[in-house]
T-cell receptor, first 110, second 113 residues
Framework: GEDVEQSLFLSVREGDSSVINCTYTDSSSTYLYWYKQEPGAGLQLLTYIFSNMDMKQDQRLTVLLNKKDKHLSLRIADTQTGDSAIYFCAERSGNNRLAFGKGNQVVVIP | DTGVSQDPRHKITKRGQNVTFRCDPISEHNRLYWYRQTLGQGPEFLTYFQNEAQLEKSRLLSDRFSAERPKGSFSTLEIQRTEQGDSAMYLC???????????FGSGTQLSVL
């Protein structure tokens, strides 16, 4: 089945790197995603990784995937105040929908 | 701007009333999803359409909930006899199916008094 877990809260100083972690349970997941949600808004797709990849870099974002441990992480380099938000990881497994974690609140301190 | 629009943004209703929400997906997307999000939680899947066919429904979708996508374009989600536990953000998303990237609307925030 699908069960995605995330830690709840992270504070980081502006300019530092932040790392958000996620674990998932469905080993058949084909794609894994990171979404960002700002207050009162919908979810914005940040990046995604295919399950046969270990790493994907997209500007300030680096996604690492450890399939053996079913662990996914998102690293944000040079964190900015605009990065303050809730970050959700999600997995797509055999069916055509995404299962989301509970989210990780990131607060960037100026 | 993701291109998915939802209406209304906010809805306040009394318990027992019926409410209907609308979602207009990105025009070339054939897949449309409804999710529900409560405070402090991630989005939970409700239902999914491919074109006009409703292909999957979550057990969260009780008999009081019905969703339609009559022409394979916009979709409506109706909740009958609303209960306080229905208070949540209702999110719509669409996808072209490639990489199953979902693009979300801003949601409809429902408050049942």
């Amino acid at each position: 089945g699908e069960d995605v877990e995330q830690s709840l809260f992270l504070s980081v100083r502006e300019g530092d790197s932040s790392v958000i972690n996620c674990t998932y349970t469905d080993s058949s997941s084909t794609y894994l995603y990171w979404y960002k949600q700002e207050p009162g808004a919908g979810l914005q797709l940040l990046t995604y990784i295919f399950s046969n990849m270990d790493m994907k870099q997209d500007q300030r974002l680096t996604v690492l995937l450890n399939k053996k441990d079913k662990h996914l992480s998102l690293r944000i380099a040079d964190t900015q105040t605009g990065d303050s938000a809730i970050y959700f990881c999600a997995e797509r497994s055999g069916n055509n929908r995404l299962a989301f974690g509970k989210g990780n609140q990131v607060v960037v301190i100026p | 701007d993701t291109g998915v629009s939802q209406d209304p943004r906010h809805k306040i209703t009394k318990r027992g009333q019926n409410v209907t929400f609308r979602c207009d997906p990105i025009s070339e997307h054939n897949r449309l999803y409804w999710y529900r999000q409560t405070l402090g939680q991630g989005p939970e899947f409700l239902t999914y359409f491919q074109n006009e066919a409703q292909l999957e429904k979550s057990r969260l979708l009780s008999d009081r909930f019905s969703a339609e996508r009559p022409k394979g374009s916009f979709s409506t989600l109706e909740i009958q006899r609303t209960e306080q536990g229905d208070s949540a953000m209702y999110l719509c998303a669409s996808s072209s199916g490639v990489n199953e990237k979902l693009f979300f609307g801003s949601g409809t925030q429902l408050s049942v008094l």
